[in-house]
């Protein structure tokens, strides 16, 4: 199964939309200067990357909520790789925070010296691939998905932007941060958000009072943001993001690939990945 050249972009073998990403943009965040105080939350596609970017300004800010009602999602905490990170780097305030996608082994030489805090969101690929079957039929900068049958079969082989989510998720797994990295699950977020929120304010020392937690959880519940439209994408023109096809925040929900997935989809994608958490990094071959 072959790749839309029009589409996607490939950068050292990593797979990127054409749309928001560029040769440029890939080399600005290699060459891209991390702070000690930067807070950097780092998702593979479709796990919670814009909760994050409702909830890091909110908890590094104490709850201020200008920066969520007042500054589109992308430019509040932008992501290191995207074409828009040039634009709106000299505007961020401090401390800084920022999402990405990359891979550990992408990331540029300034982050591995500084002291900056990593937030790795983790959620069940199997929502995940769910969440992205719909996305990539709203989002024109992307491949039609075809069928969900399809769609798996692209998932599993890693033809889909940022390549394969088990190589994602070990190259971060065995970063070797120690401290300085936190992870957190979708699903734990879903479960009990306030009790996320304190476990990544208590990670960034950022020390809220139990208001502030609530105040901050009812600002970043799925409904709240599906009516931000600094955040919920309308903003965006239709022919990049149609929302009649399907919303960006869609669902909002763990356990959806049970509404997806038959039982012989089930049992390939477990064996799949399951068999390749256990083996090496197979399919990147950053070598800058
Ligand atoms: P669904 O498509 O399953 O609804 P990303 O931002 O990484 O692209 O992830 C998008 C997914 O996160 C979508 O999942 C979206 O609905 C979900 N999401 C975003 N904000 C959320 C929130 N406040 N609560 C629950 N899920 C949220």
Known sequence: MSLSEEMYLR???????????SYESLEFAQGFKFEDDDVLAVTYPKSGT????????????????????????????????????????????????????????????????????????MRNPKDIMVSSYY?????????????FEEFMDKFLEGKVMFGKWTDHVKSWRNSELGDRIMYITYEEMVQDLPASLRHISDFLGCNLTEEVIQKIAEHCSFKSMQNN???????????????????????GIAGD??????SEQLARFTSVISKELEGPISCLTHDI
Request: proline share 10%; net charge positive.
């Open 229 to 251: 439209n600094m955040s919920n994408f309308s903003l965006i023109p239709k022919v990049y993001m149609d929302s009649d096809k399907s919303p960006f925040l869609r669902k």
């Open 11 to 21: 950068y050292h073998g990593l797979i990127v939309p054409k749309e928001t990403h």
């Open 257 to 262: 690939w049970k509404n997806h997935f038959s």
């Open 50 to 121: 814009i909760w994050m970017q409702e909830i890091l300004p909110l908890v590094l800010n104490g709850g201020d909520l200008t920066p969520i009602h007042t500054i589109p999602n992308w430019e509040r905490v932008p992501w290191l790789e995207e074409k828009q990170l040039a634009r709106v780097v000299a505007k961020l305030a401090s401390p800084r925070a920022l999402v990405s996608h990359l891979p550990y082994n992408f990331m540029p030489p300034s982050f591995c010296t500084s002291k900056a805090k990593v937030i790795y969101v």
């Open 135 to 147: 996305f990539h039929q709203m989002a024109g900068f992307l491949e039609d998905p075809g069928t």
